[in-house]
């Protein structure tokens, strides 16, 4: 009697293992054949410091552990989720950054910052470069890069302010300061800054960094720690590469204003520094206003 028990378990376990390996078989079939996704490996997954590959802005390719200096091709690096902040590298082209610079040159003045009470630009020394700011769409150039700039944030082209363009000397600084707004006159045009865009048009051989004192970014995930100026290192910094654009966002997803997106300009050390900086609001902004 158990003998014959034996031969039936046998019988069904063979059964259990074919009908097995024909799932299996099926399986592979199907994910073949592409009606079953195959799961994402771990290299594909959005994460903070994860590289991507920018060929168009619905096509995002994810890249993790590969070299950026041999890299010839645009790519998107997450900085930080507090503040929202991006890096896409190489944005602009050599040509574009030499463009711009030699576009704003003629008229650059020293740089001001906005009166809260009046809405109108004031001295401060909070403030100690020189700039000028260049028309939206003033040539094909500018039109090509704001048209870029929306691909690149999903805001329109006409919710952007036109391009600041600002030139920092040896010594000269921007303390930190929040690019929204505390009161009611400067958001009647266009509503509140909600974005920045500020695009490196130069290299910067020492100082000059972007710093996010209040951020809370993972301090040991910031390249080349130990050759920022001790200004850098309190909080998330961004070193000045040309062509290089620097996406945060002032405020949160819930719409309500983020304070760690206060933000400031290090005392450049050696060398000039140049860049370019687009504010967006939440609304269209009427350059004639």
């Known amino acids: 009697m158990g003998k014959v028990n034996r031969s039936r378990k046998t019988g069904v376990g063979t059964l259990g293992l074919f009908l097995l390996a024909l799932l299996s078989l099926l ?18 997954l959005f994460a903070l410091g994860a590289k991507v590959e920018l060929k168009l802005p619905s096509q995002l390719h994810m890249h993790r552990g590969e070299s950026t ?9 997450v900085l930080s989720w507090e503040p929202r902040s991006f890096l896409y590298h190489k944005f602009l082209t050599p040509e574009e950054c030499t463009h711009l610079i030699q576009l704003a040159t003629p008229s ?16 401060s020394r909070v403030r100690t470069s020189s700039g000028t700011f260049l028309n939206r769409g003033q040539d094909k150039v500018i039109e090509r890069i704001e048209q870029r700039i929306a691909d690149f944030t999903f805001i329109p082209v006409d919710h952007g302010e036109g391009l600041q363009v600002l030139h920092y000397e040896v010594g000269q600084k921007y303390e930190p300061h929040y690019d929204y707004f505390l009161d009611t006159f400067n958001t009647k045009n266009g509503g509140q800054r909600i ?8 290299n910067v051989n020492a100082g000059g960094e972007t710093v996010f004192p209040e951020s809370q970014v993972n301090r040991s995930l910031v390249p080349d720690w130990n050759e920022l100026t001790e200004f850098a290192k309190s909080g998330l910094s961004v070193r000045p590469h040309m062509g290089d654009a620097l996406l945060f966002w002032s405020i949160k997803p819930d719409a309500s204003l983020d304070p760690t997106s206060l933000h400031g300009g290090c005392p450049v050390v ?20």
Do not use: R
Not at 28 to 44: E, H, I, Q, R
Not at 69 to 77: G, L, R
Not at 270 to 289: F, I, M, Q, R
């Open 195 to 202: 974005a920045t865009v500020l695009m490196y048009l130069s």
């Open 270 to 289: 050696e060398g000039n520094k140049w860049s370019a900086t687009k504010w967006l609001h939440v609304d269209k902004y009427s350059v004639s206003a």
């Open 69 to 77: 200096s041999s890299s010839s091709k645009p790519w998107v690096e």
């Open 108 to 123: 650059m003045i020293k740089s001001t910052v906005v009166d809260n009470e009046t809405g109108k630009s004031k001295d």
């Open 27 to 44: 399986l592979l079939v199907f994910v073949l054949l592409g009606f079953v996704a195959a799961p994402p490996s771990p290299d594909t």
